[in-house]
């Protein structure tokens, strides 16, 4: 049977897709390879969210025509998002193309495989709204953490978002679906779960019962033997109701950890947005929920020269930030997306947007001195994630990094490490915004 290789592009949700796709390719008997070269088809899963993710999914697609053009790979099958959101303009301008499949699409991979090694061209786009097939899938991420999507598509029409028209309505994944994933990853050695979806906040309030049951999932997943910690992304300020506060404040195997994207705190801009809230809800969620969860971590993420942001907007946000002290923030200039209302709309000057953006990651930073600094001399435990061959060290994290986007503990040790087990380390120093500490014995 013929080799297929994948590229995964984007955001966590992004790459479960793909380990599903690889898991029914590999199921059909064809080879799933690690690297590209060789293969007989290459598959792309693109990103199409932001100007920055298709300009790498489409140099990821022109990096892999080279490689046809030199004979080193086969066929070209691109899949997700950019080939949604752009299927007329990437089969008219990448002849080298040979295939599109959209995100309704997933599940048609090896048909679409097998008609190109035939010779035939593929395009198929599905429903978006099509739901969820279960499957198993193929972990890319290292054996002891995965993430685990609970839902597909988006409900909440931000006026800067283009994710509802590529991926589609709200659909939650059936619970036992959901337990059943869980209980095999944790069989096959994961002890971390990353609970993901456009907004897991709103699991469960597409059922005909339109209840929130996060609360009532992350319960079952903590009953899991094998897992350890959970970590919960994407929440909407909004969503967040007692139930799940109690939750995260009772189960010890959920870490003390929560994703809260606010994009804003001004009041004008978000209702431009269609968000919900403003400063002052904000605050009160903020206070609500540290004072309900001691120790918690809280991570967002804002952006700048969104349509309306003056200067008085841009610095109430600057100033909403020094005040709330968020242990992780991240920062990204406004990308008018065509097909949203936000692009429609009056946008800040690009460069603007860019400088607010970075002096939002100055501050940032400032404030992750303060918490580096706050750390010195504690002992925390650590998750061992593996070992860099060029610092000569070992790296982990605590419960307040998620793995790809928050910091790293580096860790000095006499021994040899085992990836993926827990570890009590002592923290003595910083190094380059990331921490460093010593193993404790037993």
Same mark, same amino acid.
């Given at each position: 049977? !013929?080799?297929?290789?994948?590229?995964?592009?984007?955001?966590?949700?992004?790459?479960?897709?793909?380990?599903?796709?690889?898991?029914?390719?590999?199921?059909?008997? #064809?080879? =799933?390879?690690?690297?590209?070269?060789?293969?007989?088809?290459?598959?792309?899963?693109?990103?199409?969210?932001?100007?920055?993710?298709? &300009?790498?999914?489409?140099?990821?697609?022109?990096?892999?025509?080279?490689?046809?053009?030199?004979?080193?790979?086969?066929?070209?099958?691109?899949?997700?998002?950019?080939?949604?959101?752009?299927?007329?303009?990437?089969?008219?301008?990448?002849?080298?193309?040979?295939?599109?499949?959209?995100?309704?699409?997933?599940?048609? =991979?090896?048909?679409?495989?097998?008609?190109?090694?035939?010779?035939?061209?593929?395009?198929? #786009?599905?429903?978006?709204?099509?739901?969820?097939?279960?499957?198993?899938?193929?972990?890319?991420?290292?054996?002891?953490?995965?993430?685990?999507?609970? /839902?597909?598509?988006?409900?909440?029409?931000?006026?800067?978002?283009?994710?509802?028209?590529?991926?589609?309505?709200?659909?939650?994944?059936?619970?036992?679906?959901?337990?059943?994933?869980?209980?095999?990853? !944790?069989?096959?050695?994961?002890?971390? %779960?990353?609970?993901?979806?456009?907004?897991?906040?709103?699991?469960?309030?597409? #059922?005909?019962?339109?209840?929130?049951?996060?609360?009532?999932?992350?319960?079952? %997943?903590?009953?899991?033997?094998?897992?350890?910690?959970?970590?919960?992304? @994407?929440? @909407?300020?909004?969503?967040?109701?007692?139930? %799940? $506060?109690? =939750?995260?404040?009772?189960?010890?195997?959920?870490?003390?950890?929560?994703? $809260?994207?606010?994009?804003?705190?001004?009041?004008?801009?978000?209702?431009?947005?269609?968000?919900?809230?403003?400063?002052? #809800?904000?605050?009160?969620?903020?206070?609500?929920?540290?004072?309900?969860?001691?120790?918690?971590?809280?991570?967002?993420? =804002?952006?700048?020269?969104?349509?309306?942001?003056?200067?008085?907007?841009?610095?109430?946000?600057?100033?909403?930030?020094?005040?709330?002290?968020?242990?992780?923030?991240? /920062?990204?200039?406004?990308?008018?997306?065509?097909?949203?209302? &936000? /692009?429609?709309?009056?946008?800040?000057?690009?460069?603007?947007?860019?400088?607010?953006?970075?002096? $939002?990651? %100055?501050?940032?930073?400032?404030?992750?001195? &303060?918490?580096? !600094?706050?750390?010195?001399?504690?002992?925390?435990?650590?998750?061992?994630?593996?070992?860099?061959?060029?610092?000569?060290?070992?790296?982990?994290?605590? @419960?307040?990094?998620?793995?790809?986007?928050?910091?790293?503990?580096?860790?000095?040790?006499?021994? &040899?490490?085992?990836?993926?087990?827990?570890?009590?380390?002592?923290?003595?120093?910083?190094?380059?915004?990331?921490?460093?500490?010593?193993?404790?014995?037993?």
């Amino acid at each position: 049977m !013929a080799n297929i290789g994948f590229i995964s592009l984007g955001c966590a949700k992004n790459q479960v897709d793909c380990e599903r796709m690889m898991y029914r390719v590999q199921e059909a008997g #064809f080879t =799933v390879q690690a690297d590209v070269v060789g293969a007989d088809v290459v598959v792309i899963n693109t990103c199409g969210f932001i100007d920055s993710a298709k &300009a790498e999914a489409i140099d990821s697609i022109l990096q892999m025509a080279q490689l046809k053009e030199q004979g080193l790979i086969g066929k070209i099958l691109v899949t997700g998002c950019l080939s949604q959101r752009y299927q007329r303009e990437i089969v008219k301008e990448m002849p080298e193309v040979d295939g599109i499949l959209g995100t309704g699409s997933y599940t048609e =991979v090896v048909p679409a495989i097998e008609k190109l090694l035939q010779g035939e061209t593929v395009e198929e #786009f599905a429903s978006i709204d099509t739901p969820e097939q279960e499957c198993g899938r193929i972990l890319t991420t290292p054996e002891h953490y995965a993430y685990i999507k609970i /839902a597909e598509g988006c409900d909440n029409r931000c006026g800067y978002c283009i994710i509802p028209y590529l991926r589609g309505k709200y659909r939650s994944r059936q619970m036992d679906d959901v337990l059943y994933e869980a209980r095999l990853l !944790a069989a096959n050695g994961v002890k971390e %779960l990353l609970v993901v979806a456009q907004d897991t906040s709103r699991y469960g309030t597409d #059922f005909p019962e339109h209840k929130r049951l996060l609360p009532e999932l992350l319960r079952q %997943l903590c009953r899991i033997d094998g897992i350890e910690w959970i970590r919960v992304h @994407y929440t @909407y300020p909004d969503e967040i109701d007692d139930a %799940l $506060i109690d =939750v995260m404040a009772t189960e010890p195997k959920i870490v003390k950890y929560l994703d $809260i994207p606010i994009q804003h705190c001004n009041s004008k801009i978000l209702k431009l947005m269609n968000r919900r809230g403003d400063s002052e #809800f904000l605050r009160d969620l903020f206070t609500k929920l540290r004072s309900r969860i001691p120790g918690l971590i809280l991570r967002t993420s =804002v952006i700048t020269g969104l349509p309306g942001e003056g200067e008085a907007e841009f610095e109430e946000l600057c100033e909403f930030l020094k005040e709330q002290k968020l242990e992780r923030v991240g /920062a990204f200039p406004f990308s008018p997306e065509e097909g949203t209302p &936000a /692009a429609e709309m009056e946008c800040v000057d690009s460069e603007i947007a860019q400088k607010r953006a970075q002096q $939002i990651e %100055l501050i940032q930073s400032r404030i992750m001195d &303060a918490y580096n !600094a706050s750390m010195q001399g504690k002992t925390v435990t650590v998750l061992v994630d593996g070992y860099d061959e060029e610092m000569e060290q070992f790296y982990g994290r605590t @419960y307040a990094d998620s793995p790809e986007i928050d910091s790293r503990v580096w860790i000095a040790s006499q021994d &040899a490490l085992m990836e993926g087990t827990f570890i009590k380390v002592c923290i003595d120093g910083v190094a380059d915004g990331e921490l460093s500490g010593f193993v404790l014995e037993d």
